[in-house]
């Protein structure tokens, strides 16, 4: 994508939001066609908290534009007919800095450094296929997407047949104490494709309160085998319709 983008002309920018916390990974240098121009996540996704955002971008660009959001700090000059805007970060940086949230992220990267990005995607890899081996053997569950790539980060979206992705989440989470995300994730237009609706039936979906999405489970460097065999079970009950425990 990224060589095709650059043979256009045009720049390419990775929300690595969901991948940080799980893989190593390099943008590539200027001078190589496939490089990424800009990467962006936030901290609350790997383990610092709800605060903290980064943008990683070429300098010389982001010089040229701009700040969206004003405030002090950006500017090296104000008059009532001239502005003069510090350079990047400075100026896309406006009012307070946010240091907790500096200094959390700064901390959990230390964190995560220390204990070798290439052990955490080795653990990490482990359950997912155990969890995906278990997910296989429950009865009318749907998986999405290609669950055997092994380069994939390790979350995983499902439905169960005949119930929907509300009822589901509502009974992992109240009758089982799991915790889990449901709803289009914020990728609207991937889960419509999933789940094969034209945009006709997505918006009379949404007309009618029903709505549409899916269930994801997502693991991350603190789970362990107990955690997915405690998942698994609460879906075998849950698509049972069993009482358990």
Known sequence: MAVLAHSYGAKILVDAVQLV?????????????????????????????????????????????KPLMFGSGITEFVSSSKIIYKGSP???????PDFLGIISMGETIRFLNEIGMENVEEWERGLY??????????????????????TRVPFVAFNLKNMSYQTLAYKLGYGHGIDIASGTSGANLYVQ????LTDEQAFSLFRSGEG??????????????????RLVDALFCISSRATCN
Do not use: W
């Open 129 to 150: 296929r155990h969890l995906i081996r278990r997910l296989c053997q429950i009865p009318n569950l749907i998986l999405y997407s290609d669950v055997y790539n092994n």
């Open 21 to 65: 916390q799980h893989k190593s990974f390099t943008m590539k240098p200027h001078d190589d066609t496939s490089h990424i121009d800009f990467i962006s996540f936030d901290g609350h996704k790997f383990y610092t908290g709800q605060s903290g955002g980064v943008l990683v971008g070429d300098k010389e660009f982001l010089d040229h534009y």
């Open 90 to 96: 400075e100026r896309y940086e406006a009012g307070y």
């Open 212 to 229: 549409y999405g899916i269930v994801r489970a997502s693991i991350g460097l603190f789970n362990n085998y107990e955690d997915i065999n």
């Open 193 to 196: 494709d999933l789940l094969g």
